[in-house]
């Protein structure tokens, strides 16, 4: 203890109170007198001993038995015992309900399957999911014609306004997050991105509850030596989210990322002569609403110096996909594990590895509906069914409704196909379960048209 002294003045407190409160019972002249003796023995050696403690402890410290006396009978109470401290489990969980009442607007919930092929629920981290941003920091601006806007830091940055000749860069160190929200932005550009990410860590285009347009309506120019060709332009990872609507019309390709694009929410009316979703590591989609026209590739992933990237991720949104050539393009993997799809395209679905894991996917396709071929030395071609409502319907001639040139197999889900060769693989077929339906017959079997031979990539 830090005051002994002061420790054996409250003791001596304690005993005289509770001796008063004893004799005080008795209703005897002998009782009485006992505690009057007994009080003023008490009383005496207390004044005592506070008079010692007064000499050696700070004035606030000496008047603390003054305070005590004052009200024996709350100095005799326990002491409250200690709080339990909390679990490890218990600290993590108030963690987490702070942090989930810090965020205000929705949350994309993942669907992932949890035996895929690519790990979707560590695609996408607990921002990237969120819908809103939070403005309490944020930088606004008006757009106006003809001023470009620089980003050079990390934070929030609001747009509105309409404007014509104006490019949005971001041009930051590469350990900043910035988050770029349109707000009732429109944007209107001749031959150069309207957002240009140089460099950053990551950035963000968020939607607010609005109407946006981003568009670019003449031949695109480089910078320097990078091929800038797509209306929105980046050179690091890309986030697209919000509640809103952004329409984007190119005369090349619609959003461009040469690192991973994800897309968590929000509503995009895309139009481009070239692509309309193009990345080179990933393309990651969680949730959204997409009308996508493409004179090419709706959705393309490449990655020219590593092929074993170069993969496309879906586990949520509804798409309407119009494309010229390929809907949805992969070099390495395309993973399906929920969403919506109407398709109209030459190729419905491609990549190296195909597997479908759920979703309702309705193709109609002039060229192969789902095609599995060798873009990629990672893995070997396969096309794998587990589950989902799959529709394709061919167009006449040389084509496939399911086609693989390496292994097929079907392991649940319905699948119904239409046309003169609905199955086509090179390597192992398997037909394990599920509801298969060739041009409007069950079959308890898988059919094979064997149109090529082994190796036909």
């Not at 091929?227 to 090349?252: A, E, K, Q």
Request: net charge negative; hydrophobic share 35%; charged share 20%.
């Amino acid at each position: 203890m830090k005051h002994p002294i002061l420790f054996k003045v409250m003791t001596l407190t304690l005993i005289l109170s509770l001796s008063v409160m004893l004799f005080a019972g008795c209703g005897t002249a002998a009782g009485a007198a006992t505690e009057t003796q007994a009080a003023s023995f008490g009383v005496s050696d207390i004044a005592s001993e506070t008079a010692q403690v007064a000499s050696v402890l700070p004035a606030e410290e000496a008047a603390a038995p003054e305070a005590a006396a004052e009200d024996p009978a709350e100095a005799a109470e326990p002491a409250a015992e200690p709080e339990p401290e909390q679990s490890a489990a218990e600290e993590a969980s108030a963690v987490e309900t702070e942090e989930a009442e810090e965020i205000s607007g929705p949350v994309t919930e993942l669907n992932c399957a949890e035996n895929g092929v690519l790990n979707g629920s560590e695609l996408f981290t607990d921002r990237d999911l969120e819908q809103t941003a939070d403005l309490s920091d944020a930088i606004h601006y008006a757009l106006s014609d003809g001023e470009d806007i620089e980003i050079t830091a990390e934070g929030v940055y609001v747009l509105s306004g309409a404007a014509s000749g104006v490019t949005v860069y971001v041009d930051a160190d590469d350990q900043a997050k910035v988050q770029i929200v349109l707000d009732g932005a429109s944007i209107e550009n001749e031959d150069f991105p309207c957002i240009y990410v140089k460099e950053a860590d990551k950035v963000f285009v968020t939607t607010t509850d609005t109407d946006n347009t981003l568009s670019v309506t003449g031949t695109f120019t480089a910078d320097g030596d990078t091929n800038t060709d797509g209306v929105i332009f980046s050179r690091s990872d890309l986030v697209m989210n919000g509640t809103g609507t952004l329409n984007i019309s190119s005369t090349d390709n619609g959003i461009v990322c040469k690192d991973d694009l994800k897309i968590t929410g929000g509503t995009y009316n895309i139009t481009a002569s070239s692509k309309t979703l193009e990345a080179n590591d990933s393309i990651r989609i969680a949730g959204g609403v997409f009308s996508l026209t493409a004179g090419t590739d709706t959705l393309h992933a490449e990655n020219d110096d590593d092929d074993s990237l170069g993969y496309i991720y879906i586990c949520g949104g509804d798409f309407t996909l119009d494309a010229g050539d390929d809907a949805i393009h992969a070099v390495s993997v395309t993973e399906i594990d929920g969403g919506t799809f109407a398709i109209t395209a030459g190729e419905g679905i491609e990549g190296t590895y195909i597997q479908i894991n759920g979703g309702i996917i309705d193709i109609q396709a002039s060229d192969d509906g789902m095609n599995a071929a060798q873009k990629s030395s990672a893995y070997w071609p396969t096309l794998e069914i587990n589950d989902g409502e799959i529709t394709v319907v061919m167009g006449s001639g040389d084509t496939d409704g399911i086609d693989s040139n390496g292994d097929l197999y079907i392991n649940g889900g319905h699948i119904d196909v239409t046309g003169g060769s609905t199955f086509d693989y090179d390597g192992t077929g398997e037909f394990n379960g599920g509801t298969l339906i060739v041009n409007g017959q069950e079959l308890d079997s898988l059919p094979n048209q064997m149109m090529g031979g082994r190796g036909r990539w």
